[in-house]
C-alpha cells in the first residue's frame, strides 16, 4: 500500500451527521440567484458510428479469441448489440443539472455511479476503489498508439490526423490492423480501443480520438493505490449486466415529448430504486478534503455526490454536502489544469466510505425543506405536460 493512503469505513448514521453539519456550515454549492444556462447552449446529436465491421469481426472470431477478449476487457462487446433510444436520449440531456452533476427529473436525482459502471463493463482491469486519472504528462499521442498496436513509429505517425482541435485515427486503419496483425493480443488489444472510441466515447466519426488512447493506455496502471477490498459483488461470477439489457425487448417508439412528460412528472413514490445486479457493501462517498468524489475524465474533470442519490444503493437518504461541487468542472485545454489534476489525484489516496445498508424512511423532512432550494430550469415551458401514468407509455404493445 502505498505512503500517505488513509481507507476509512464509516458508520451510515455518522456520514449523515457530518453531511447535514457540512452543508449547513458551509452553505449550498449554488450562488444565490443561480440560474442555469444549459438550455440556451445545448445541441443534442444522436449521430453513431456505423458498428457494423466491428460487430462483424466480433461474430468471425472463435472461442478462443473471444475468450482471450473477456478476460483481457469484460463485457464490452455486448455494447455493440445495444440500441440507444435517441428520443430518450435527447430527453434526459434536457434533465442534466450541471450544479450538481446529476440528474433531476422532478424531486428525484440520479446520478451514473462508479460502482454500477465497475459492474456494468466487468472488466478484469477495473479494479475495486481505482479510478480513471489523467496523468499530469501526457505521452504523445504517437507513442501511445505504438504501445498499443505494435507498429512502428512511421507506420502510426502516417495514420494520425487532425479532426478539430485534437488529433485521432481513423477506424478503416485500426480495422485493417485487427485483421491482419500477426499477434492475437494486438488484435484484441486494438478491437477493444476500438469499442471504446467509437461506442463509449465517440468524438469525430470514424475515428478515435487521442484521449481515448490515454484512457486506453491507463488500464494497465493504477492510478490510485489499490485496496484489497471489494466495495460491491453481483450474484453470481458468470453474471453479466449488459448481456441480460441485450437480451430484453424494450419499446422504441416513445416519442421525445412523451419520455419529457414521464421523466418530468416522476415522484419519490414513484420510483423503485434498485440495480438487482448491483449489491453494494460500502459506498465510497467522499475523496481527501473534498466533500464528495472528484473524477477526471478523458477531456476534463467533474464531481459527483453520491450521498445526493443514497436511493440508488437502498440506503437512507439525507442532505448531501455539496459546496464547491459547482465550480469543480474544468476542461485540460484551460491554462492551470495540471495543478487542479495533482489535486484530484492526491485526494483518490485518501478515500473514505459508508456501510451501505437499508434503515428508516427513504428520505427525511430536513432533506425535503432542502430539495425546495433547488434549481433545475433546463425543461422549456412548452415541453411540460400534464400528468399521465407512466405505465401507460412503457407497457409493453402485447401486453393488456
Known sequence: MEKGFLDRVEDNAAVGVWSEKTQREKGDSLA?????????????NVTQNDL????????????????LFYCNYGDLPYLLDI??????????????????????????????????????LNCPKIQADRAYSRPVNVPPFLKKLMSVTGMSEQWVAARIKQKGDSKCIPWGNLRDLILAHPDLKKRVDVFALSIYGLVVFPKALGHVDE?????FDRLDKGTTPKVEKVSYRVFTRGYSPLRELVATSRRDDISKEKWITILQNLQ???VEW????????????????????????????????????????RSRQFIPATQGLAQCEFSYKYDGYKKKVREISD???????????TAGPMITPEYEGWWGKRVNDNIPKSDQGSTQPIEEYLREPHLS
Do not use: H
Request: some cysteine; charged content about 25%.
Open 268 to 270: 419519490v413514490e414513484n
Open 52 to 67: 457494423r465491421e466491428l460487430k462483424e469481426i466480433w461474430n468471425s472470431w472463435n472461442d478462443e479469441i473471444k475468450q
Open 274 to 313: 434498485r440495480a438487482p445486479w448491483l449489491i453494494p457493501g460500502e459506498i465510497l462517498y467522499r475523496c481527501g478534503n473534498f466533500d464528495w468524489v472528484p473524477l477526471t475524465g478523458i477531456w476534463g474533470a467533474s464531481g459527483y455526490t453520491p450521498l445526493l442519490v443514497l436511493r440508488q444503493y
Open 347 to 357: 485526494a483518490w489516496n485518501q478515500t473514505r466510505r459508508m456501510k451501505g445498508f
Open 83 to 120: 440500441k440507444v433510444d435517441k428520443y430518450l436520449f435527447r430527453a434526459l440531456a434536457q434533465f442534466w443539472n450541471p450544479a450538481y452533476s446529476c440528474f433531476t427529473f422532478g424531486g428525484v436525482d440520479l446520478v451514473p455511479t462508479v460502482e454500477e459502471y465497475m459492474a456494468l
Open 32 to 44: 444565490e440567484g443561480y440560474e442555469s444556462e444549459l438550455w440556451d447552449f445545448t445541441r443534442i
Open 211 to 215: 484521449a481515448v488512447s490515454d484512457l
